[in-house]
């Protein structure tokens, strides 16, 4: 399918009905695309057919169930001796003849320039430190914010479509914080869903991204209903007072301890040698 096994990349999204394999029409098995268009780098691509659990189900009937731990805080892997020894903040102790650290870019970045985690911790302790190589590709490659504010009324005020992109005048002086910007885009979580409930999703990215990290619920629901209101006005929407908003989610993936960002990405300067020891 146009490459080597340990070059095959997973397709990022899945759309609907996508529980069968990645194949170019119903007659290839195969699971792959060789042409790359399912991701951001070039190459062959895959996915799991019927999902991670099909690669999962066989491992754990083979007496590795009883060997995952999980609700583990690592706080330390020791590898510079024979075996590596992970240490967990709960006292635990695993020794074993390789560790695969699979954490977020993030993670990593904290590892090698700890910080304060507000009480809980501060990130993974490498002994020996990484290696120099290492932490250029980590801090080469960079790590963004994307903030996921979901509002739900009492009823819907939106066409049936599924998402909005909405604009709003700048203003003369700076808006008071959280700005979440002049122009969102916004998800229709009920579209298609017979009586789902009226739920809009702000997609926040950016600059706006970046200014909402640390805001509370409260004062991103309030600076997206006033972008709302502020955006569709009296004009043709007729839209003067919004219906009254019943709940608020907002994700908090640059926040999370054990993700501290919400995605990963090249920057400039980034090198092709760079991703390829993050991966080693």
């Avoid at 969102?184 to 979580?189: G, S």
Wanted: net charge negative.
């Amino acid at each position: 399918q146009g490459g080597p096994l340990r070059r095959l990349q997973l397709v990022e999204f899945a759309s609907d009905g996508d529980a069968g394999p990645c194949a170019p029409d119903a007659d290839d098995q195969s699971g792959c695309r060789p042409d790359g268009e399912d991701g951001d780098f070039s190459g062959p691509h895959c996915r799991v057919r019927y999902g991670m659990a099909s690669a999962l189900r066989p491992l754990l009937g083979r007496g590795v169930r009883d060997r995952v731990r999980t609700g583990e805080d690592v706080a330390g892997i020791d590898y510079g001796g024979a075996d590596a020894v992970v240490t967990c903040r709960s006292g635990l102790v695993v020794r074993a003849r390789c560790c695969i650290v699979t954490v977020p870019l993030g993670c990593l970045k904290e590892a090698i320039a700890p910080r304060a985690r507000d009480g809980d911790g501060a990130g993974i302790a490498f002994r020996p430190a990484l290696p120099a190589p290492m932490v250029e590709a980590v801090t080469s490659i960079s790590v963004g914010a994307y903030k996921k504010v979901a509002l739900s009324f009492d009823a819907a005020f939106w066409p049936d479509v599924p998402a909005l992109g909405l604009v709003r005048r700048r203003p003369a002086v700076p808006r008071a914080p959280p700005d979440v910007g002049d122009a969102i885009l916004f998800e229709n979580l009920a579209y298609g869903a017979a009586g789902g409930a009226p739920v809009l999703e702000a997609n926040l990215a950016g600059d706006a991204a970046a200014r909402a990290v640390g805001a509370s619920d409260g004062a991103l629901r309030d600076a997206v209903l006033a972008f709302l209101e502020e955006a569709l006005g009296s004009g043709a929407a007729g839209v003067r007072t919004l219906p009254a908003c019943t709940g608020c989610h907002v994700t908090r993936w640059e926040e999370d301890p054990f993700s501290r960002g919400a995605y990963s990405h090249l920057g400039l300067g980034t090198l092709e040698r760079h991703v390829r020891e993050l991966g080693r």
